[in-house]
């Protein structure tokens, strides 16, 4: 269906304003173009796009200006073909390692910056790729993400990184945004349990690795820690250490890492013949504030907990800072236990105890596999369990007698 012609165009086609015949050729033209547009959305605006990156450079040329250096400007200083600086660019065929220095040796001399437009354009690709984090303020989020921007950047990839805040709407606003700016995939840390918005992007077909979040019902790549197995891991140790009165600080029950870590705690219990007292289950929100206010509610129990365990650092800081408000010391008096090992575990007093999880390895998997995905969208979904492991410090110790 051809689209009617814009009122300017009807206007100029009339021959109102004097328009004269080149004029009204002219008008005729851009009518052309308009519908053709119309009809050929993307592939024209690509053309259209190209054109006026082309244009720009004669017209700096006509006025004299900076001098905009060509492949066609390489190739002539490294004697090859313009086709051997576009392979050699781009990566799309084999180059000998002697043709290669010479193309590189002159884009250096010539200063030649490839158009990273055009070469979006050519081959249907932005070469950024999209991170939703339910809080960029959490350590563990930022250590994630700095080994996902160490990979992706080392592959020619720009990461945007977006904070949800824990919440769906704006975690929905997000995701439409990134698919709205064509990024190449996304990283996805979601804020709860649901995959509606995972879901609306393998619709779009956009590729998805997921992070830190266990999703049984989506077929999409995943990259886990053994949270249970964390759990378990620091329960045990308190335990074997002679703590029978262990409190636990969970996170925010609609998050698969606390429900799993909180698992792990209560199984290490029941093997070793502990009552689990729910009194010595609190919920907390992975921040600073709500550790503190759990430690404080633990602290007016009857009897008191021995030991605490937080499923995450900043909380396990927050026990440590009542404590010694209490009067009480760690882990003479109550020991702490804590998850994830940021580097803010390494600068408390005392040294914290605590989960280890490979951070660095998590975002390095997570950006290759989306980078494959990309490469290969027909690749069958996978998922990899990596490992957690104890790390002994200093605050934690036998109960005192």
């Given at each position: 269906?051809?689209?009617?012609?814009?009122?300017?165009?009807?206007?100029?086609?009339?021959?109102?304003?004097?328009?004269?015949?080149?004029?009204?050729?002219?008008?005729?033209?851009?009518?052309?173009?308009?519908?053709?547009?119309?009809?050929?959305?993307?592939?024209?605006?690509?053309?259209?796009?190209?054109?006026?990156?082309?244009?720009?450079?004669?017209?700096?040329?006509?006025?004299?200006?900076?001098?905009?250096?060509?492949?066609?400007?390489?190739?002539?200083?490294?004697?090859?073909?313009?086709?051997t600086v576009s392979h050699v660019i781009n990566e799309t065929r084999p180059v000998s390692d002697e043709l290669r220095a010479r193309v590189l040796s002159a884009m250096q001399e010539l200063g030649y910056k490839p158009n990273r437009l055009?070469?979006?354009?050519?081959?249907?690709?932005?070469?950024?790729?999209?991170?939703?984090?339910?809080?960029?303020?959490?350590?563990?989020?930022?250590?994630?993400?700095?080994?996902?921007?160490?990979?992706?950047?080392?592959?020619?990839?720009?990461?945007?990184?977006?904070?949800?805040?824990?919440?769906?709407?704006?975690?929905?606003?997000?995701?439409?945004?990134?698919?709205?700016?064509?990024?190449?995939?996304?990283?996805?840390?979601?804020?709860?349990?649901?995959?509606?918005?995972?879901?609306?992007?393998?619709?779009?077909?956009?590729?998805?690795?997921?992070?830190?979040?266990?999703?049984?019902?989506?077929?999409?790549?995943?990259?886990?820690?053994?949270?249970?197995?964390?759990?378990?891991?620091?329960?045990?140790?308190?335990?074997?250490?002679?703590?029978?009165?262990?409190?636990?600080?969970?996170?925010?029950?609609?998050?698969?890492?606390?429900?799993?870590?909180?698992?792990?705690?209560?199984?290490?219990?029941?093997?070793?013949?502990?009552?689990?007292?729910?009194?010595?289950?609190?919920?907390?929100?992975?921040?600073?504030?709500?550790?503190?206010?759990?430690?404080?509610?633990?602290?007016?129990?009857?009897?008191?907990?021995t030991a605490m365990r937080s499923l995450q650092a900043k909380m396990a800081v927050g026990v440590i800072s009542a404590a010694h408000r209490k009067g009480l010391r760690v882990p003479e008096d109550v020991s702490v236990i804590g998850f994830?090992?940021?580097?803010?575990?390494?600068?408390?007093?005392?040294?914290?105890?605590?989960?280890?999880?490979?951070k660095h390895a998590i975002g390095v998997l997570a950006a290759t596999w989306l980078m494959e995905r990309v490469e290969q969208p027909d690749l069958p979904p996978r998922r990899q369990l990596l490992q957690t492991s104890l790390k002994i410090?200093?605050?934690?110790?036998?109960?005192?007698?």
């Open positions: 269906m051809q689209s009617s012609p814009s009122p300017w165009l009807a206007e100029r086609r009339s021959g109102r304003g004097r328009t004269c015949q080149v004029g009204q050729n002219v008008a005729l033209r851009h009518e052309q173009i308009f519908n053709n547009l119309c009809q050929h959305p993307i592939d024209n605006l690509q053309k259209c796009a190209i054109l006026h990156v082309k244009r720009l450079r004669k017209r700096l040329r006509a006025k004299g200006g900076m001098k905009i250096v060509t492949m066609r400007d390489v190739a002539e200083q490294a004697g090859v073909s313009v086709t055009a070469r979006s354009l050519r081959q249907g690709r932005t070469y950024t790729i999209g991170m939703i984090v339910p809080d960029s303020a959490n350590p563990f989020f930022a250590e994630v993400a700095r080994g996902i921007e160490d990979t992706t950047f080392g592959n020619g990839y720009s990461l945007i990184l977006c904070n949800s805040d824990g919440d769906l709407q704006k975690e929905l606003f997000y995701v439409n945004h990134l698919a709205e700016k064509q990024v190449d995939g996304i990283l996805f840390i979601a804020a709860g349990v649901s995959s509606e918005h995972i879901e609306t992007l393998l619709r779009r077909h956009i590729p998805v690795v997921v992070v830190d979040r266990y999703l049984p019902d989506v077929a999409v790549d995943a990259v886990l820690t053994d949270n249970r197995g964390g759990g378990y891991l620091a329960t045990r140790h308190l335990i074997d250490l002679g703590h029978h009165r262990i409190a636990c600080i969970t996170g925010p029950s609609d998050i698969t890492p606390s429900a799993e870590r909180v698992a792990g705690y209560r199984q290490a219990l029941e093997e070793a013949g502990i009552p689990v007292d729910e009194r010595w289950i609190l919920r907390g929100d992975f921040d600073y504030e709500s550790g503190f206010r759990a430690a404080e509610i633990f602290f007016t129990l009857s009897p008191k907990p994830d090992d940021v580097r803010l575990a390494s600068f408390t007093v005392p040294l914290l105890t605590t989960i280890q999880q490979p410090r200093q605050t934690t110790a036998p109960p005192s007698k």
